[in-house]
């Protein structure tokens, strides 16, 4: 098993108050306090998982190593990142440990061949030759002036989680930590291994197409 | 200093180097002179921040039980251990 350095990110946030009161009942045993992080973290982890190994049964095998590790460091752990993360290494380290038994390559160590896309689509911009090349043929419409209950419905969310599910791994990798799970842009670079500029392309990319996704269907029907 | 102004198909490209704060001044401040002047890409950049903001409401479905079980069951054998 390994055990994840506690090491902080710049920026980082430290463990809360309530992380170290949940840590506190974890070391007591307390069932209660396990059944809120699963219910928290585990779907989460799997996906991130899965990220690092060949198949969805041998993700949720990793997230469940890693939940072993985290009761097993529980009592190592000091407060320098805060739990979330530091259980979210737990994962990365486990899923990576596995995927070179599986003799399978990390991703992210190469983002080459990555080819060039494009935020919105160019035949929304005016061509080349025009006297406003490069401008919107028709701008995009406010959304805020739509109901709330339209914007956060069902329909709407599962328009997104679709949207995520179809990204490039990477890219679903970075869209669901930063938006989704709310981790920082330090927190993330660390737990995907990857620098600043690359975090931020495939942020860029994923949040274009789950904005043009949401686009098709909130106007759809206006 | 006088940099060609930014086209709107450029600006798109640039919203996430915006919001995330990961931008010179020099172009910051050519972005925001277009903003001012563009409604299309004021939009634009409204529909993003939307996105971002409905992205951060979804929430996981619940553990299946068998999950569940398989985790609480090896909690507690951690546990046994323990004591």
Redesign the interface.
Known sequence: MPTPPETTPAQAPRASVEDMQLVRRLRDGDESAFMELIDHYHQSLVRLARRYVSSQAVAEDVAQEAWVGVFRGIDRFEGRSSLRTWIYRILTNTAKTRAQREARSVPFASLGGDDEEAAVDADRFRPAGDEWAGHWVSFPNQWSDLPEQRLLGDETRRVIEEAIDRLPPNQAAVIRLRDVEGFGSAEVRDLLDIGEANERVLLHRARSKVRAALERYLEEDR | MSEPEL????L??L???YL?G?MDDATRVRVDQHLAG????T??L???R???R?????T????SAP??D???H???G??RG??
């Open positions: 086209t709107c198909r450029e798109v490209e919203v996430t180097d995330e990961a563009c409604p299309g890409c939009a634009y409204d529909e993003m939307v996105t971002i409905v992205t951060g409401t979804l996981e479905r619940d553990l999950v569940r398989s985790l609480l090896a909690f507690r951690w546990r323990l004591t």
